[in-house]
C-alpha cells in the first residue's frame, strides 16, 4: 500500500520537534539527557492568563468560535500593535490561528498558485520551506552569508527575485540565526521590494519581545507604510509569554488577505480553541512584567553561551542579537574522529556523537539550509544549560 502522496514529496517532519522526540524516548529510557533541541520558553504561562482560561471555560465560551478569531482578541491584537508597532489595524484585517505556523500555512495556500516561488533568507526556520513544499511551492533559498551575520541584503534579495516569486519570508529577530534587521536595512530591503509589486512579505515578528544589546522591535509595515498591504505581519502568544502549547498566533494584513486566509481555515480547523483564545487576551491585555523578566533571563543565557563557546577551540559563535537560539559553527570538527574510532564527517555526525555519548540533543544546522553549524536553544534552566556545555565542550575536546 503507497500512503505517502507524492504532494509530500521532501516534505521533511519539523526537525527541531524530531530532535526533541528522541531526547524524549532516551529520557524515557532512563538517559539524563538535556535536550535543546525544541524552541520553547521552560517558563511556566504566568498565573492570570491561565486564571482567564478557567474563567472562559466556566463561563460557557466552549462553543465554535468565530472562525477568524472573536473580538475581543482582535481588539485586544489590534492593541497590541498600536502599542508595541505603530501599526493601525482593523478587525477584518486581523486573523487568529492555532499558531504563527497555521498563520503561515493559510498565507502561501490562500494566495500562490502551484510553481510559485518563495524566497527564504537561509538560515531560515525549516517550516517556511516544508509547508511550501506541502503546497507545489518552490522555495528559493537565498544565501545570507555568515560574514555578513546571516543578513539579507537589498543586492542579494535584488539578485533572486523574479517574475514568479510570490512571498518572502523575512523573520527578525530570526530563528536560527539571531539576526534582527535595523530600520535602515528594512528600508533599503523595502525600496528592492516596492519595485517587484507581485511580491507578498510575511514579516515574522514572532521573537520581538526577545531582544538585546539595544536592539528594536521593527515592522516591515511600519517601517514602509507604501508596503503594508503587501505585508502579512504575523506574530503569536508562543514564545514571548511562554505559551507554545496553546497554539494561538495570528496574522494582519490587507483584508482580502485576510478574507482569502480565513477561507482556508474555515475548511482546515473552524478557528482556534476559544479558550486559548481567550487566555491569549489576558496576555495581551494583561501586564506584561513576564516579558520583560523572560527577556532578561534569556539574556543571561545568551551571555552564559556566548562566553562558554568562545573558550572552546574549534566552534564559533557571533552573539546572536534576539530570539533564543545559538547558531554554532563547527565545521572545523568535520574530519575528526571520536575516541571510539568514528569518524565525523558531517554536522549530523556530530551532532548524533553529541547526543548519544554526552546526551545534549542539538539540531544539525543543515534543517535550516546552515551546513557546518549546529542549532541549540537557550530555552532552558540555567542550570541546564551549564551542565550542556560542560558536555559540549568535553564532547569536542576528545575528538581528534
Ligand atoms: C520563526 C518562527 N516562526 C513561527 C514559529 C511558530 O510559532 P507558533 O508556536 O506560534 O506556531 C516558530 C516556532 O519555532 C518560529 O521559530
Known amino acids: 500500500m503507497q500512503y505517502r502522496a507524492q504532494r509530500l514529496g521532501s516534505v521533511l517532519p519539523s526537525a527541531s520537534a524530531g530532535v526533541s522526540q528522541i531526547a524524549k524516548s532516551l529520557k524515557a529510557q532512563g538517559h539524563d539527557v538535556i535536550d535543546l533541541g525544541l524552541g520553547e520558553p521552560d517558563f511556566a504561562t504566568p498565573d492570570h ?26 481588539a485586544a491584537i ?83 527575485l523574479t517574475a514568479d516569486t510570490r512571498w518572502l519570508m523575512l523573520n527578525s529577530p530570526s530563528n536560527p540565526g539571531g539576526v534582527v534587521y535595523s530600520r535602515a536595512e528594512l528600508e533599503s530591503i523595502a525600496q528592492v521590494l516596492l519595485q517587484h509589486p507581485q511580491v507578498l512579505i510575511l514579516s515574522d515578528e514572532i521573537y520581538e519581545k526577545i531582544l538585546f544589546d539595544g536592539n528594536e522591535a521593527l515592522s516591515l509595515a511600519a517601517v514602509c507604510p507604501a508596503l503594508k498591504d503587501r505585508v502579512l505581519t504575523v506574530n503569536g502568544v508562543s514564545k514571548a509569554y511562554a505559551m507554545t502549547g496553546w497554539r494561538i498566533g495570528y496574522g494582519a494584513g490587507a483584508q482580502p488577505l485576510i478574507a482569502a486566509m480565513t477561507t482556508v481555515q474555515s475548511q482546515i480547523s473552524s ?17 506584561q512584567d513576564s516579558v520583560a523578566e523572560f527577556c532578561n533571563v534569556f539574556r543571561g543565557r545568551r551571555d552564559l553561551v556566548v562566553e562558554r563557546i568562545a573558550a572552546i577551540d ?19 570538527l568535520l574530519g575528526t574522529t571520536t575516541p571510539d574510532g568514528v569518524a565525523i564527517d558531517s554536522v549530523a555526525d556530530f551532532v548524533e556523537h553529541l547526543l548519544q555519548q554526552y546526551k545534549v540533543a542539538a539540531v544539525p544546522g543543515t534543517a535550516y539550509a546552515a551546513d557546518g553549524f549546529f542549532r541549540i536553544s537557550t530555552a532552558t534552566s540555567n542550570d541546564l544549560l551549564a551542565t550542556a556545555l ?9 575528538l581528534t
Open 49 to 74: 492568563i491561565i486564571d482567564a482560561a478557567h474563567e472562559a471555560a466556566r463561563s460557557g465560551q466552549t462553543r465554535y468560535p468565530p472562525t477568524d478569531g472573536p473580538a475581543e482578541l482582535k
Open 271 to 287: 478557528g482556534a480553541c476559544s479558550i486559548a483564545q481567550a487566555a491569549a487576551a489576558a496576555a495581551l491585555n494583561g501586564p
Open 314 to 332: 574549534k566552534l564559533e559563535l557571533p552573539a546572536p542579537g534576539g530570539a533564543f537560539y545559538a547558531l554554532i559553527r563547527c565545521s572545523e
Open 390 to 398: 560542560d558536555r559540549l565542550e568535553q564532547c569536542v575536546a576528545q
Open 78 to 160: 489590534a492593541a497590541k500593535f498600536q502599542r508595541d508597532n505603530a501599526l493601525d489595524y482593523q478587525s477584518n484585517e486581523i486573523i487568529v490561528s492555532n499558531g504563527a505556523k497555521q498563520v503561515i500555512f493559510n498565507a502561501l495556500m490562500a494566495t500562490s498558485e502551484p510553481g510559485q516561488k518563495v524566497l527564504l533568507c537561509a538560515p531560515y526556520f525549516d517550516s517556511y520551506e516544508n509547508i511550501a513544499l506541502l503546497q507545489g511551492l518552490q522555495p528559493v533559498i537565498i544565501p545570507c552569508s555568515p560574514d555578513n551575520g546571516f543578513r539579507l541584503t537589498p543586492e542579494l534579495l535584488n539578485a533572486h
